[in-house]
């Protein structure tokens, strides 16, 4: 099946944009079954000194036992199945990689969200692929370029979509999910990587 892409022209990055990766019927299925399926979990972490509870609810799946950490947590994979290793075979076969990994988040409402960060671990690697699956309420998606401050983007993220970050952009650019006061639904946003 072709799949329409919008390539983000931005300086610094290599980020492309599927509107319909899975159709809509699709989405709201992996929707609803990974809401269920999946062991959603509220961890605390640390901004600025102070303990304070996630703004989301996450969960950590992979392939290779490794654990992942990020903002002073430290989590520990479940094991692919069922419909999540069934989207990650479809996220491979698209961007030609073995992604080992996948942080999925929960945005409950608009006040759940995701701060100013880039995805630089270095369990990443230098130069890594990052590929973002959302499902449910669609919610806007910010870039900022981390020396260029001139240089920003906002993106709605649909139903269904991809988003795939690549080469450089981690090095150059930061990414967040702001707040909102509108009275929003549930969104789920699988990021697929890879953890060397």
Not at 30 to 48: A, C, N, T
Not at 125 to 142: C, D, K, M, V, W
Not at 146 to 169: E, F, P
Request: hydrophobic share 30%.
């Amino acid at each position: 099946m072709f799949q329409e892409k919008l390539d983000l022209d931005l300086q610094d990055a290599d980020i492309r944009y599927y509107p319909n990766f899975f159709s809509f019927d699709e989405a709201s299925r992996y929707f609803k079954i990974l809401k269920e399926m999946i062991p959603w979990q509220q961890d605390d972490i640390k901004v600025f000194g102070k303990i304070y509870p996630q703004p989301r609810l996450t969960s950590l799946y992979g392939n290779n036992g490794k654990s992942y950490s990020y903002s002073n947590i430290t989590m520990v994979p479940n094991s692919f199945e069922g419909e999540l290793l069934e989207i990650k075979e479809k996220v491979d076969k698209e961007v030609g990689d073995i992604f080992t990994t996948c942080l999925l988040n929960l945005y409950r409402d608009g006040r759940d969200s995701n701060g100013w960060h880039a995805d630089d671990e270095k369990e990443l690697g230098p130069n890594p692929t990052i590929a973002s699956i959302s499902l449910g309420q669609e919610r806007y998606f910010h870039l900022r370029h981390k020396n260029n401050k001139s240089l920003k983007h906002k993106i709605l993220l649909g139903h269904g979509s991809l988003l795939l970050m690549q080469g450089a952009t981690q090095h150059h650019w930061q990414h967040q999910i702001p707040k909102t006061t509108k009275k929003i639904g549930e969104r789920i946003n699988l990021t697929f990587r890879i953890i060397h």
